[in-house]
């Protein structure tokens, strides 16, 4: 039965303007999201530091390649075809000679190294290939940080991640601009694509809170302390003495436990600074996690991840109070001060009279 209201004629339902609201504003956000490109700088800034993760890979262990993914290395190439089901997805497993794994491995090691300077679909699909060869070859050798890489990479595929911080972004960009206003398929395909790998990150750091939130240490406070105290080489006494401040240990455990369970609300929030701080303090985290764990490739990963959190506009106002922080040196100060026209003679002679 229809409401009415007090004049007996029929009042509009509570429901229906809901359903029309949420319709138009998803409608909205579609429209947006096909008229440009978003996140192109966390994109560049991501790209950088996969890539730079990548090259680490390949040559962190560059004395032991031989040993570690060679065809009669740690893991002998019959067995490994044997016993691995995504062997043939491996261009390690596709010959044994020894040259032809010495031409795999270092064409990997420099698309690696052309993924992280130029980006581009091609260089993207081509390094994600022999990124994929080099881990199923050998992943126990890594430390776990090409997982997330992977999923990232296969993802970069459909977006544009060499607009900014690239030999070519200048030309990026300017097809971009002509293409910009207009809605397109590849508007929504790059924007949507963003989103899931944001999704992902976000999902991550969450289910990580989560489990920590189920191991007793982490409940009391003392995970932290248990973690220093098992690092091999021992840490320095200034650790050691720091960690054993039941204060410091308690607040480092539940702060790195409630940043990773409020991170994807974190980074939702309309609030720059929220965003920021988010992603900075999560960066800062796993910046700290290399000198005490040393698990640099795995942090630089999660590094990476952490700079598509924040929008373009973010690293656009961050620019721009650092600019307006850092004093320019005196020659450029004078290049970029405005230049006032010189005054006509009327003006001259109002201003100073007339000559005497």
Sequence with gaps: ??????????????????????????????????????????????????????????????????????????????????????SVTSAYAWNPHPAYFEAVYHLGLLAALAFCVCGGRVLTVVHLLLYWSFEVRNGQALDHGHLLARFLLTFMIFTVCDARLSPFAARTRKRLAAREGCPSAPHILHNCVVFLMVFQICVLYFMAGLWKLLGPRWQEGTAFYYVVRSLRPPPTELLTTLVSIPAITVAISYTSVLLEVAFPLLAASRYRWIRELAAGTAALMHLGIIPLVGLFNFSLVMIAADTLVLRDSDYRATKAQLARLTPLPPSRARRHAPHSPAPSAAQAHRTCGPPQ
């Design 1 to 86: 039965m229809a409401t009415t209201d007090n004049g007996g004629k029929p009042a509009p339902l509570r429901t229906d303007t809901r359903m029309a609201s949420t319709r138009t504003g998803i409608l909205d956000v579609l429209h947006r999201l096909s008229l440009r490109h978003h996140r192109l700088t966390g994109l560049a800034l991501l790209r950088l530091l996969l890539g730079a993760a990548a090259v680490e890979s390949y040559l962190s262990a560059y004395a032991r390649h031989a040993e570690l993914w060679g065809p009669e290395g740690y893991i002998p190439l019959h067995r490994f075809r044997e016993t691995v089901h995504l």
